[in-house]
C-alpha cells in the first residue's frame, strides 16, 4: 500500500519526443575521412570557437597591457588545463545521457592518494601516480556499479560517491597536507620550451580521447547509446559495461587532473577539486553536448574549459570582486545552453526545409 | 404563448432527433495516411453502440476526434441536435462527451475523490475543500459500486476499480454519450459482469454509450446495435436480431483482395528455427513453432495478443521463464541481443524512430551500428570498408539520398525503415524477425519493401513477419501463425487461409 507522496512506479513512457529533437549536431555528419572547409565552417564547434576568439579579443582591448603576455596567456591555459581533463572524462558520461558529480572529489581523492603513498610510504613516484588514478578509476567503478547494477539514476549514485571520495580523502590526510616529492612537483611545474607541462599533458589526452570518440567502435557505441539507449541495444550493443567504461573512465580522467593539479602545487590537499565538478560540467555543457545526450566533442569541452578559464582571467585582471566571478560563469553557462538550444532548433527547421525542397 | 411554444419546440426535438450523436463524411488525413474517410455514425439517446474494426481501422482516430484531441478535417459532428465543433477535450467534456481509454487517464499518486475533480476542484479561497470533494466523490462512487474510501489513492487500487472511478468521473461531468475504449481487457469475467450492470443502468438513466471492444461474444451480450469500420470507412451497421460473431468478422474483413503483394515462389529447406513451450507468466503461454529456410511466417493477431512480446523473448531483449530455443536444430541460449545476433538472428523492431534508428546520426552510422563488430581493426573503425558497405546496401535497397551523411532524421518513412533494414542485412542474418515492416509507409515504399523481403526469402533467409494488415499476411506468408491473449491459437498454410479464419482465430 503506497502512502501519500511515495513514488508510483511509471510505465515507461513514450520517449519519441526526446528522440524526434534533433541534437544539437546540426550539420549533416560530415565524412571524418575527408577534413575541408565545408567541415569547419558548419561544425558547432567553431561556434564555440568563434565565442572563445571573440572573448579574447575583448580582453586584448580592455587589458592592452594585461592579457596578451605569454607569461599570462600560458597561466591561464595551465589553470584551466585540469578542469578541461577533468571534463574530457565528463564529457563520455554526458554523452550517454548520464552525469557524473563526484569529478571533484576524485580528483582530490586521486591527488591525496598518491601524495600518501609517496610521502607516509616512499613510493616511487609514478608508481605512486599509477596507484592514484587506479584510485579514481575505482571510484569510477562504485559509480557504474550504482548505476548499472543497483538501478540508481547517476545524479544520486554519483552524488553519493561525491560525498564518500571526498570522505576518503580526508580520512587519508586527516585534514594534514601532504607535502610531495620534488621529482613529483616536477611533472607539474616544468615547462616543454615555452609550453607549461599540464597544458602538454592536456593536449595529449584530448589528441587521444578525440580519436577515440570519432575513430573507434568502442566510441561509436558511446555516441550510440547516447543517442537511442533502447535503439542501441536491440543492434546489439552492451549498455551496462559501455556505462561502466565512461563512469571508470571519468574518474580515471579526474584523478589525473587531480594528480596533475597537486603536482603544480607541490602538495596534495584533501580539499583540492572542492566545488571544481561545477565547473567541469560547465565546461562540457557550453562546449556543445546537448542536454538530450548523444553528441557533444573533446575539442568543444577543452573550448568550454578555455572559455571559463579566460573569463576568470579577465575579470581577474579587470580587478572583479571574485563573488562576482562565480556570478559571471554561472549567467555564462545558462546563455551557452540556451544559445545551443536555440541552434538545434533552428537548424532542425532549416533541414526539414531543406527536405521539403 | 411563449411557454405553448416552448412546449412545441421540446416535443418537436423529442421526435425529430432520437440521436444523441451524429457523425457525417468525416475526413481525417494525417502524414502519409487517410485514416478516416468519409466515416458516418450515429448513436440513439439511452443506446448501448458497438464499434468494431480490426487495427487501423480508424476507431481510435474516430474517438480521438469526439474526445477533442484531434480535429476532423471535413464533416459535421451533431451533438445532442446542435451542429458542433469540437475544440479540445475540455470543450468535449462541456458538451457532455466522455471518453474513458483504455490505458486511463488517471493520476496514481492522488486519491479516487481528487481524481474525478481533477481540474475542477471544490476549493474555498484556494484552499481544497476536502470534506465536500470526499462527500460527492462518495455519492458518485456508489453509483458505480466502488467500495473504497474515497481518500484512496489510485495506484493502491485494481484495474477493475480503476476503470470504475473513471466512469465516476464521467459520471460527474454529466455526461450524456460515455465512449468506453477496450474497458474489458483487463478485467475477469465477474468484474466483466459488473461494468455490464453498470453500462445498463446507465442506459437506463438515459445515457448513451459506444463499446469498444474486440471481444465479439461480449459485443453481443451487451450492445444494442453494431457500427462496424474497415479501413477507415464505415463498412455496416448491424441491427441486433441479425448480431452474429460471423456477421461482424465478415464486415471487419470483407475487402477485395488484390493481387499487390509479389510473392516469388521460394524453395523451402531445412529447420533453422525451433521454439519449445515457451513461457513468460501472464504474457506468453507455451508457444511453439518452427521456421524453415526460405520460408516467411506470417504472425497474426490483434494488439495485445503477445506477437512483439514473443520476439522480444527470442530475440534476448526479455527473459523467459520457460521453454526451449534451438538454431538448426542446435539448443541455444540467447540472453540478450548480442547472443541473438551471434546466432544469424536480426530483429526489425516495430518502431522504428524509438527503437530501430538513432536519429541524430547519419545513414552511414546507422547501417553500420550492427557490423561495426566486422569493421574494425584494433578497435579502430575502417572507414572505407564502412563507407563501401553502405553503399552497397544503399544501392541494394534503393534508399534514395544524394549523401550517406544525410542524419536519418530527415528521410521519409520509408527511406528510414529501408536503413534499419540495411544495417540488419549488412550482417547477413539466416533469421529476419520483422515487426509490421510497412506501418505508416506509402504503397510504393511498401511494395519496394515487400520485394526486398521476397528475394531474402529466395536466398534462404527464414523470415518472421509480425504483421496487423491482413492482406500483407495474406499475400506474403507461407505460414501463417495467429496469436491471441499470449497463445497460438492457430497455423495455416497459405492455400487454406483466409481474412475470416484469421480474424476468428485472433479473437477467440
Known amino acids: ?357 | 404563448m411563449e411557454d405553448d411554444n416552448l412546449e412545441e419546440k421540446k416535443s418537436m426535438r423529442g421526435i425529430v432527433m432520437p440521436y444523441i450523436l451524429e457523425v457525417r463524411n468525416i475526413c481525417k488525413r494525417f502524414p502519409g495516411v487517410l485514416a478516416l474517410n468519409n466515416v458516418s455514425l450515429d448513436v440513439k439517446r439511452g443506446e448501448i453502440l458497438g464499434l468494431v474494426g480490426e487495427n487501423g481501422a480508424g476507431k481510435s482516430t474516430l474517438i480521438k476526434i469526439l474526445a477533442g484531441v484531434y480535429s476532423k478535417d471535413t464533416g459535421e459532428i451533431m451533438f445532442d441536435g446542435q451542429k458542433v465543433e469540437i475544440l479540445s477535450p475540455h470543450h468535449s467534456h462541456q458538451l457532455g462527451i466522455s471518453v474513458i481509454f483504455q490505458e486511463l487517464n488517471l493520476f496514481p499518486n492522488i486519491s479516487v475523490a481528487e481524481n474525478i475533480f481533477a481540474g475542477r476542484e471544490k476549493s474555498r479561497g484556494g484552499f481544497m475543500n476536502y470534506s465536500q470533494t470526499n462527500a460527492e466523490a462518495l455519492a458518485l462512487m456508489k453509483r458505480v459500486g466502488l467500495n473504497c474510501r474515497p481518500e484512496t489513492l489510485v495506484c493502491n487500487l485494481p484495474v477493475a476499480q480503476r476503470q470504475m472511478v473513471e466512469v465516476a468521473k464521467a459520471l460527474s461531468l454529466k455526461a450524456k454519450l460515455i465512449i468506453m475504449d477496450e474497458p474489458t481487457s483487463s478485467l475477469t469475467e465477474r468484474e466483466t459482469q459488473l461494468l455490464f450492470q453498470i453500462i445498463r443502468n446507465l442506459k437506463a438513466a438515459g445515457v448513451s454509450v459506444i463499446f469498444i471492444s474486440h471481444r465479439l461474444n461480449e459485443i453481443i451480450e451487451i450492445v444494442d446495435r453494431v457500427h462496424v469500420l474497415r479501413d477507415g470507412e464505415n463498412a455496416g451497421v448491424i441491427e441486433r436480431p441479425d448480431l452474429t460473431e460471423e456477421k461482424m468478422i465478415q464486415l471487419m474483413v470483407g475487402r477485395e483482395l488484390k493481387k499487390i503483394f509479389p510473392k516469388a515462389p521460394a524453395a523451402i529447406g531445412e529447420e533453422i528455427l525451433r521454439v519449445k513451450n515457451l513461457t513468460v507468466p501472464s504474457v506468453l503461454k507455451d508457444i511453439s513453432f518452427e521456421l524453415r529456410s526460405g520460408e516467411i511466417l506470417g504472425v497474426a493477431g490483434l494488439v495485445g495478443a503477445g506477437r512483439t512480446e514473443l520476439m522480444r523473448v527470442i530475440f534476448g531483449l526479455d527473459p523467459f521463464s520457460n521453454g526451449e530455443i534451438y538454431i538448426n536444430r542446435r539448443p541455444v541460449r540467447i540472453n540478450s541481443p548480442e547472443d541473438a545476433i551471434r546466432e544469424g538472428i536480426a530483429f526489425v523492431t516495430e518502431d522504428r524512430r524509438l527503437q530501430g534508428l538513432i536519429l541524430g546520426m547519419s545513414i552511414r552510422e546507422n547501417a553500420s551500428l550492427v557490423a561495426l563488430r566486422a569493421l574494425q581493426r584494433a578497435g579502430f573503425i575502417k572507414f572505407r570498408a564502412e563507407n563501401s558497405l553502405v553503399r552497397e546496401y544503399v544501392q541494394k535497397l534503393q534508399i534514395k539520398t544524394p549523401s550517406l551523411e544525410r542524419k536519418v532524421s530527415t528521410l521519409s518513412g520509408g527511406n528510414q525503415q529501408k536503413v534499419v533494414l540495411a544495417k540488419w542485412l549488412a550482417v547477413k542474418p539466416q533469421i529476419l524477425i520483422l515487426d509490421e515492416p510497412t506501418r505508416g509507409i506509402d504503397v510504393g515504399a511498401k511494395a519496394e519493401i515487400h520485394r526486398i523481403i521476397s528475394d531474402l526469402a529466395g536466398q534462404g533467409v527464414g523470415i518472421i513477419m509480425i504483421s496487423s494488415e491482413l492482406p500483407e499476411v495474406l499475400g506474403m506468408s507461407d505460414r501463417i501463425l495467429v496469436m491471441h491473449e499470449g497463445r497460438i491459437t492457430g497455423v495455416l498454410e497459405r492455400e487454406e487461409a483466409t481474412q475470416e479464419k484469421i480474424m476468428s482465430l485472433a479473437v477467440s
Open chain 1, 1 to 357: 500500500m503506497l502512502q501519500r507522496g511515495e513514488p508510483v512506479k511509471q510505465v515507461k513512457q513514450d520517449k519519441a519526443k526526446n528522440h524526434a529533437k534533433d541534437s544539437y549536431n546540426y550539420t549533416d555528419k560530415l565524412d571524418p575521412m575527408k577534413i575541408s572547409l565545408k567541415r569547419i565552417f558548419r561544425s558547432e564547434t567553431t561556434g564555440i570557437f568563434l565565442i572563445l576568439f571573440l572573448i579574447c579579443l575583448v580582453l586584448m582591448v580592455v587589458c592592452r597591457e594585461t592579457f596578451p603576455t605569454s607569461d599570462n596567456l600560458l597561466s591561464v591555459a595551465r589553470q584551466f588545463s585540469y578542469i578541461a581533463i577533468a571534463a574530457i572524462g565528463e564529457l563520455m558520461v554526458i554523452i550517454t545521457n548520464g552525469i557524473d558529480l563526484s569529478v571533484g572529489s576524485i580528483m582530490g581523492f586521486g591527488s591525496v592518494l598518491a601524495g600518501f603513498l609517496m610521502h607516509e610510504w616512499a613510493f616511487q613516484v609514478p608508481v605512486a601516480i599509477i596507484i592514484g588514478l587506479i584510485g579514481g578509476g575505482m571510484i569510477g567503478a562504485l559509480n557504474a556499479f550504482f548505476i548499472t547494477k543497483l538501478n540508481l539514476p547517476p545524479f544520486i549514485a554519483t552524488l553519493g560517491t561525491l560525498s564518500i571520495a571526498r570522505g576518503l580523502a580526508y580520512a587519508i590526510t586527516k585534514g594534514y597536507t601532504v607535502p610531495c616529492p620534488d621529482a613529483f612537483a616536477a611533472i607539474g611545474q616544468g615547462y616543454l620550451g615555452p609550453i607549461p607541462l599540464p597544458v602538454i599533458y592536456m593536449v595529449i589526452m584530448g589528441v587521444s580521447f578525440a580519436v577515440f570518440l570519432s575513430r573507434t567502435v568502442v566510441g561509436r557505441r558511446i555516441y550510440a547509446l547516447g543517442g537511442n539507449e533502447e535503439a542501441a541495444e536491440v543492434s546489439g550493443i552492451n549498455i551496462k559495461r559501455i556505462k561502466c567504461l565512461v563512469y571508470i573512465l571519468s574518474g580515471v580522467l579526474a584523478a589525473a587532473g587531480g594528480i596533475i593539479c597537486a603536482a603544480r602545487l607541490g602538495v596534495a590537499q584533501s580539499t583540492l577539486g572542492l566545488g571544481y565538478e561545477l565547473d567541469v560540467i560547465a565546461a562540457v555543457y557550453i562546449g556543445g553536448a546537448s542536454a538530450n545526450g548523444g553528441s557533444g566533442t573533446v575539442l568543444g569541452a577543452i573550448t568550454g574549459a578555455a572559455i571559463m578559464g579566460v573569463i576568470r582571467n579577465g575579470l581577474v585582471l579587470l580587478d572583479v570582486s571574485p563573488y562576482w566571478v562565480q556570478f559571471a560563469i554561472g549567467t555564462i553557462i545558462v546563455i551557452a545552453v540556451a544559445i545551443d538550444q536555440f541552434r538545434a532548433k533552428y537548424n532542425q527547421k532549416r533541414q526539414l526545409r531543406e527536405v521539403k525542397a
